[in-house]
């Protein structure tokens, strides 16, 4: 079946340290690939995406993620984290010949002083 | 990227009634969508509106419960009807451009159902 997972329900990191968060994908082609951030009673803002060409892209507030084809991966990462960065994150997809996404269940991101 | 409103941000109402959300966006969009996101989850769609004519409803939503319009290219209301507790969440606005594939999405409207 097709499916976006998040295998990491909640993290904590502190704040200062690096961060990774994973996710994978099952669907037949490569699909359009997205980071959305939702902190606490806001709506989605999106981080990043990858459509194709270079498998590493450069997102807003330094984040960073790489797609892996041979993993059917897209982690998202950043080298420090910062205080402000806690929050939800989801990773989603566009497939082909849809037009909505379909989401992960999310990372809740806890940083520590 | 879009500037995406909705109204209201948030509402408690009670089981039986109906409550309706507007969205409103800054451009004129290709798409638009509703999802649901309940306490604790991901995200779902609900429905594409579309301009004009009836909106696209997915696996386990109906119009009867959730009807939508979408009478220009920057507007759009979704209405939970006939509400029950179970209708509890976060009901999000999103927009898409065709040719460039990326999605954005409102603040959300947060609905209690008592």
């Known amino acids: 079946a097709q499916s976006v997972t998040q295998p990491d329900i909640h993290i904590t990191v502190s704040e200062g340290a690096s961060l990774e968060l994973r996710c994978n994908y099952s669907?037949?082609?490569?699909?359009?690939l997205f980071w959305y951030v939702q902190s606490p009673g806001q709506g989605l803002q999106l981080l990043l995406k990858?459509?194709?060409?270079?498998?590493l892209v450069q997102g807003i507030k330094g984040f960073e993620a790489e797609f892996k084809r041979s993993q059917s991966s897209f982690n998202l990462r950043k080298p420090s984290v910062h205080w402000s960065d806690a929050a939800e994150y989801f990773c989603?997809?566009?497939?082909?010949?849809?037009?909505?996404?379909?989401f992960g269940t999310g990372t809740r991101l806890t940083v520590i002083p | 990227s879009a500037v995406i409103s909705q109204k209201p941000s948030r509402d408690i109402c009670q089981r039986g009634t109906s409550l309706t959300i507007q969205c409103q966006v800054d451009?004129?969009?290709?798409?638009m969508f509703w999802y649901r996101q309940q306490p604790g989850q991901s995200l779902t769609l609900i429905a594409t509106?579309?301009?004009?004519?009836?909106?696209?409803?997915e696996s386990g939503f109906v119009i009867d419960k959730f009807p939508i319009s979408r009478p220009n290219l920057t507007f759009s209301t979704l209405t939970v009807s006939n509400m029950s507790p179970e209708d509890s969440s976060i009901y999000l606005c999103?927009?898409?451009?065709?040719?460039?594939?990326?999605?954005?999405f409102g603040p959300g409207t947060r609905l209690t159902v008592t």
């Open positions: 669907y037949g082609a490569t699909p359009y």
């Open positions: 999103s927009v898409a451009y065709r040719d460039t594939y990326e999605q954005y």
């Open positions: 451009s004129q969009v290709t798409m």
């Open positions: 990858y459509f194709s060409g270079d498998t």
């Open positions: 509106a579309n301009q004009g004519s009836e909106a696209t409803y």
């Open positions: 989603a997809v566009r497939v082909t010949g849809a037009n909505n996404l379909f």
